[in-house]
């Protein structure tokens, strides 16, 4: 079957408050669909409650047939950036990488390296991270994102901070890894990447998702 995420009836209150309001979404292998929507209507919970960060208040997420929060408490074929990657200081890129990717001990130093590479960073380097510019992190974020070659990749606003170079390469890399089948999720402010990258485009609107025609 060609969904790998589905998003049923889902539902995020915090308090009285509803964040995110009876969200429906089946979500295709092998595309990129793009978020999009103002300040505050909801795409960073709906990513935290996609990846497990949150649980709904109503409603389900499942991935790759697995409910979040009931089979399973994260999906492990998901890459994600959600707000700013929050990386040791003290450490070297590779470093901060080669520590995350002990976690799961699924890849080696090859495939660290590599995924820097991709990004634009070199794995050779001595910089610190506490001496990386912003636009590095998001590099480094991104690099975490992709280094243990996931199904899924969930990006909150993964252009944040690139210069136009880095938003170049990023876009070119996104689209390398949707032609090798991968499912990316990306919300985005810059209308642009939406046009370029996304095969759909869902609009949230308080809480409420509307799909639209391309
Ligand atoms: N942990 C929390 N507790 C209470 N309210 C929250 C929490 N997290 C988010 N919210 C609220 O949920 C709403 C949606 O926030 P969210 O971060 O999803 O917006 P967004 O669409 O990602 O906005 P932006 O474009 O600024 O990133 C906001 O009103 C926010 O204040
Ligand atoms: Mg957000």
Not at 13 to 22: R, S, W, Y
Not at 123 to 150: C, F, H, T, W
Not at 174 to 180: G, I, Q, S, T, V
């Amino acid at each position: 079957m060609a969904e790998i995420i589905s998003i049923e009836n889902l539902t995020k209150k915090f308090g009285d408050v509803t964040v995110i309001d009876n969200v429906n979404l089946s979500i295709e292998r092998g595309k990129i669909y793009g978020i999009i929507g103002r300040n505050g209507s909801g795409k960073t919970v709906l990513f935290k409650l996609i990846t497990g960060y949150l649980s709904p208040t109503g409603g389900r997420v499942v991935v790759s047939g697995k409910e979040i929060g009931k089979d399973i408490d994260f999906a492990d074929n998901i890459g994600i950036i959600i707000e700013n990657p929050g990386f040791l200081k003290g450490y070297t890129g590779f470093k901060n990488l080669a520590y995350l990717a002990g976690i799961r001990n699924v890849i080696g130093k090859e495939e660290i390296r590599e995924s820097m590479e991709k990004v634009g960073l070199d794995p050779d380097s001595n910089k610190k991270v506490g001496k990386y510019s912003l636009g590095m992190k998001q590099r480094l974020g991104i690099a975490q994102a992709i280094m243990e070659n996931p199904e899924i990749l969930i990006l909150d606003e993964p252009m944040n901070s690139l210069d136009n170079q880095g938003v170049e390469e990023i876009r070119k890399l996104l689209m390398e890894l949707r032609d090798e089948g991968k499912t990316i999720v990306l919300a985005s402010h810059n209308k642009e990447d939406i046009e370029i990258l996304c095969d759909k485009v869902c609009e949230m609107d308080r809480g409420k998702l509307k799909i639209q025609d391309l």
